[in-house]
């Protein structure tokens, strides 16, 4: 799907709203530009899903050493699920901008609403597994799909992408979904032991967009996330390889031939969405955390966890003998 193709599809679409994006136009342009998928699971499938993501809590909590429960919300979905689920969170995410002006003609709202759908387009086509903690989300908010009774996280997979990616790298759809749950998992892990996660993110997050809105760049507020972001993901990847039931380096190494051998405007999306930080995120988060797993253990990595101000700052990450030196034992 093409920016200009979006825009042609938002035209078609319902209006709502008068803010520079039309959220229920870009919604209906990304789905009809975007095969749902299947989820019609076999009792097989069904049970699998179930088994791994069950199997992937025990042993996170064991290697970790870390308390936190499953979200109440666990679903399989297809990508308009997908699209439903987080049109939402961008909604909420980008109301500080609602205010600004957009031009009497509207074009410019149209442009926003076609670069939104071309956006969740591309997502809904590639994700394969989420763990949503619903940022900036009060419980009588938190919209589709389904009433979320209050809970505040959720965990997603993507069935036709996990199914359509496995057979593309030629893996076992059972491992693969299986190595996706852990990882997913291993993210609920994070949110569920750290409470105040969720809160910090988001102050974080509303400072960065509300300066937006005003027309400044809050490169602090930018630099914090990217850090936390960081640790997030990083934290993740050791766990994954301290935690998961067998060698997945042929799975990753996969996927990243994958991603390297994709067209020049696939390319360009991934940069622009910002998916090729992610991975530096994951790479420079590991060094970090695989450092202080080897200095002391797993389990201690995991006090990053217990408060915000035991989180490594930016520095700490390139130097972790540093937050080795100021967190205690």
Partial sequence: MTILGAIRAV???PRSGDGPVDWNGAAAASKATVSPGSIELTPAEREGYATDIREARDRVREVTGLGFDLPETVEVQHRHHWIDANIATFRRVMEPLAELETDAFGIARTTNTGSMAVMLSFLANNVLGQYDPLLLADGAEQGPPGDRNGDDHA?????????????SLEVEPERFRRWIAFHEVTHAAEFGAAPWLSEHLESRMESAVGDLSEGSLNRDAIGELDTVMTSVEGYAELVMDRAFDGEYEDLRAKLEARRSGQGPLTKLVR???GLGMKRRQYERGKAFFDAVAD??????????????DLLP???ELD???RWLARVPA
């Fill in 11 to 13: 035209a078609d679409a």
């Fill in 155 to 167: 965990l997603y997979f993507v069935h036709p992408n996990i199914e359509r990616v496995a057979a």
């Fill in 271 to 273: 940069r622009l969405l």
């Fill in 295 to 308: 200095a002391r253990s797993v389990a201690a990595a995991g006090v990053v966890w217990s408060e915000p």
């Fill in 313 to 315: 700052t930016d520095e």
């Fill in 319 to 321: 130097n972790p003998e």
